[in-house]
């Protein structure tokens, strides 16, 4: 019985110890400025959808309505940061950088590729 209620404490402050921050934020990708030469790209070209799901120290996000994914991680203070290469055109990489910070139930942060750099807010749905 002794042996039950331990590890039913233990289950307890597992289930107490998830992120409070955790779960689905959703907003917009705003255009702010270029961030090389003019380039048609998706993320310049008006204000697009993004959403974001937060587990503990990670998270994965989604801007432009799906067209990559980045995973990053979320520091105990709320700062977020993912990075990710992909290939581009002349074999030169193509890198994505999304910073953020979660400040009660919303992200602000800056998504910035080669050709833009947009503004980030989404709010926990």
Do not use: K, W
Request: proline fraction near 6%; hydrophobic fraction near 45%; glycine fraction near 12%.
């Amino acid at each position: 019985m002794t042996r039950a209620l331990g590890l039913l404490s233990l289950l307890v402050l597992a289930a107490c110890a998830a992120s409070l921050s955790d779960g689905h934020y959703a907003g917009t990708v705003t255009p702010a400025g270029m961030s090389g030469p003019p380039v048609p790209a998706m993320l310049c070209q008006g204000v697009t959808r993004g959403g974001l799901d937060i587990a503990g120290s990670h998270f994965a996000f989604v801007p432009n309505e799906g067209t990559i994914i980045l995973h990053g991680t979320i520091t105990p203070s709320g700062a977020l940061a993912a990075t990710r290469a992909l290939p581009g055109a002349d074999r030169r990489t193509y890198t994505v950088r999304f910073t953020g910070q979660l400040r009660s139930h919303a992200i602000t942060g800056q998504l910035v590729t080669p050709e833009c750099h947009a503004a980030v807010a989404l709010a926990r749905e």
